[in-house]
């Protein structure tokens, strides 16, 4: 086969298990019950994968074991596991994804459970399922037997989203669980906030020669706000923004579903067209009832300072040009992701980022917010801002921002998401 085949069909796969991984979240939406969740989960990874049998093991915290709550297939009733037997209970305690090619040759592996069921295991792709708040061990996803050759690096990362996934969906149902008696609307809200805060970057990366900042501050109902930077396989920065249209739960786990893509697609794609364009196509099916996203994505090389870049329609994003004075917003290179089928989202002007200049990346909440009297804050008078202000650094630029609109707004939480990231190259 030759290189070019062998990409394409690559690629192929990874689309396949990125639209599946997809489809499990839309579909998490629409069953709040935890069985219906982990049969989807362990169902669509094993699907995903293209392999032989999935199960899915939950920690029994009353007996300090694992045990299988779903399995695609079993012959026996089910499997437990303690701490450190077995690959399961490898994982579990090392807490790490494990991929074994020749589970025979392997000193972890129990054969007793093939010997029980007549099963004949070939190979092994195994990853744990953590708390996205702390950390604690939920379980552990475990695949059987890929079809075509042997679990690869690939599907590493993907059946890494799917316990990503599987993690939010059973902590997300045990919590709404536990607040049926009482405030559960309030709950739920939290949680919605407190699922989607955890997937923006914890601590800002240091890049040589460059100051970073951001802000988030949520809205009173969850929404579809989401920010990411990541090392491409360039070694350039990448800089994710988007927003989801409308509020609720299902624009949070469409986001979640968006964020999951986008970090598997990165690692192997470093141009924001390319990336950008995979994403739309990707997506596109599962946008449903009037949904779209906006985003840009850009890719930043702290050598060259070149500042790549491709807007499916997302603002605001301003670049300050501090030397001639001017806050000019990034163009727009295509529609919004999910407008139309086969959407290319081709890349924005290059720039050079000159000493002191910076680019502030935004969503609409900030634009859109509202007074008491109904007056929007509106671009402009952020453009003005940043304008007045533009010898403050970007920690500074950020904190004035903040203090501006809350207090434009004085209520406790405005009504759409606030998202706010600052990259500016140092002054010599």
Known sequence: MSTEIFDRVQLHRQLAGLTKLLDLTIALASHPDLDTILRLVTDGACEAHDCERASLFLLDEDRGDLFTKFVTELEIKEIRREFGESIVGFVAERREIVNIPD????????????????????NILAAPILSIHDGKLLGVLQLLNK???????????????FATHAGTAIERNLLLAEARHSQELELELGLGRNIQSSFLPKVLPEIPGYELASWWEPAESVSGDY???IRLPDNRLGIMIADVSGHGVGPSLIMASFRAMFRVLARERARPSRLMTKLAE???????????????????????HEFTFANAAHAPVLYLDRARGLCTLLETTSMPIGAVPDLEVPAGRL??????????????????????QGEMYGLERLQQLILDHQHLPAGQMRDLIRREILHFHPRKHPPDDITLLILERKRK
Do not use: K, M, N
Not at 290 to 298: D, E, Q
Not at 354 to 372: C, K, N, S
């Open 103 to 122: 589970p025979h040759a392997d000193d972890r592996w129990d054969s007793s459970i093939d010997e029980r069921t007549g099963f004949h295991t070939q």
């Open 147 to 161: 079809r075509e050759g042997e679990f690869d690096a690939c599907d590493e990362r993907l059946i890494q989203a």
């Open 227 to 229: 920010f990411d930077l």
């Open 282 to 304: 990707t997506i596109y099916p599962d946008l449903t009832e009037g949904r779209f996203i906006t985003a840009l994505f850009a890719a930043v090389c702290p050598a060259t």
């Open 351 to 372: 720039r050079r980022i000159a000493p002191g200049d910076a680019i502030v990346f935004a969503t609409d909440g900030i634009i859109e917010l509202r007074d008491e």
